[in-house]
């Protein structure tokens, strides 16, 4: 049985979410957010241009990576190729994946006040949710160095070459985003006060418990649209920046606008589109 916050006799949540230590938190995040998305946009420029070497990408250009230019291309299997990618991908859901989860974190953060319980537990929670998307992205490093050693994932630009393939993950997103797993997942990514309320556990253990299983939740609503990445590109600013969108809308929007369903239709249309070509 889930030991559920103690009753709130202070105004609402909304209010209180405007105080200062709520403000520094929301700072943070929009902060970090920023930071991220300014990196994937120095990565994109020398990306989008066709050169040797890892996946288009300038060593030199990376921030915090300046190296020697190796005379030879990286091969994706290699250390360089897989940490660099392991980098990318991380900071990618940082940027994609934390504006979502950001009014989950502030919230967290009013309860855990309300309960007494010192800053380090929204940002053991925030840390968990994002340790779970690095995990992801490992998981995804190894898929992108699978698919460019085979051929299958263009080296500059990071998509996928084959119309068939390509018909064939929208059509899987389209298909997913109709499932039952789709909606019990989404359904706790929708409603944070809902999330809290069912599996509020106090303490900094009961922080990282529900930053993992928040971020169990997310990846289960959003793991197959991270992949449909492939698919645009994977270093395409205006498609990353798409998908983020869609991934805010499917959580935040009206649940009476079913972006989810719509979303799904369109993901299936594509892919019957991309497969009878």
């Known amino acids: 049985m889930s030991s559920e916050p103690a009753a709130d006799p202070q105004p609402p949540l909304v209010a209180r979410i405007a105080s ?59 250390f360089a190729y897989l940490a660099s990618t392991l980098l990318m991908w991380s900071i ?4 994609m994946m934390l504006p979502s989860a950001a009014p989950m974190i502030l919230i967290h953060e009013v309860v855990s ?11 053991a929670f925030g840390l968990s949710y994002l340790a779970l998307w690095v995990g ?3 998981l995804a490093a190894l898929a992108q160095a699978m698919l460019v050693s085979t051929g299958v994932v263009a080296e500059a630009s990071l998509a996928i070459g084959q119309e068939r393939l390509t018909g064939l993950l929208l059509l899987a997103a389209g298909l ?44 289960g609503c959003c793991w197959l649209l991270m992949l449909l990445l492939f698919v645009g590109g994977v270093m395409n600013l205006a498609w990353v920046a798409l998908l ?3 991934v805010l809308a499917e959580k935040y929007l009206p649940a009476a606008w079913r972006v989810d369903r719509f979303l799904g239709a369109l993901l299936i249309l594509g892919g019957c589109v991309a497969l009878l070509r």
């Not at 300038?58 to 915090?64: I, L, R, T």
């Not at 006040?113 to 940002?123: C, E, M, Q």
């Open 20 to 78: 200062r230590q709520s403000l520094v938190v929301g700072v943070a995040i929009f902060a970090l957010c920023a930071l991220a998305w300014w990196w994937l946009w120095r990565m994109a420029a020398p990306a989008a241009q066709p050169m040797d070497g890892m996946a288009g990408m300038d060593m030199s250009s990376m921030p915090g990576m300046d190296m020697p230019m190796a005379a030879a291309p990286i091969t994706p299997w290699s």
């Open 92 to 95: 990618m859901m940082v940027a």
């Open 113 to 123: 006040r309300k309960n007494r319980l010192s800053g380090k537990a929204t940002l």
């Open 136 to 138: 992801f992205s490992a």
């Open 176 to 219: 997913f985003e109709l499932s039952p797993l789709k909606q019990a997942c989404l359904t706790w990514c929708q409603s944070p006060v809902g999330f809290l309320t069912r599996y509020w556990r106090p303490g900094l253990s009961g922080a990282i418990g529900m930053g993992l299983r928040h971020g169990a939740f997310c990846i």
């Open 244 to 246: 983020s969108l869609i």
